[in-house]
């Protein structure tokens, strides 16, 4: 299960417009924007978030389910559990 947070954190390693991903995913913007605006796991077409996930595997990055290993080498991100959003005070 993927997470809004995931595909916008995933867009950003790639410096990746939503209109690239939905280009690369065969889809439209508004499908992009609504997944990312999803409240945590994306739910709906199953069929489209799949693509989603393999275009941005292609762009060359890896989307790791809750306590699944990372199959890949290279840079990545992962939230540890306990994390929770930091304020932007700075």
Known sequence: MITSSQIKAARALLNMDRK???DR???SV???QRMESADGVVGGNVESLVKVVGALREAGVELIDEESPSQGKGRGVRLLESSQPQESGQ
């Open 25 to 27: 995913a065969g889809l």
């Open 20 to 22: 690239t991903l939905a």
């Open 30 to 32: 508004p499908t992009i």
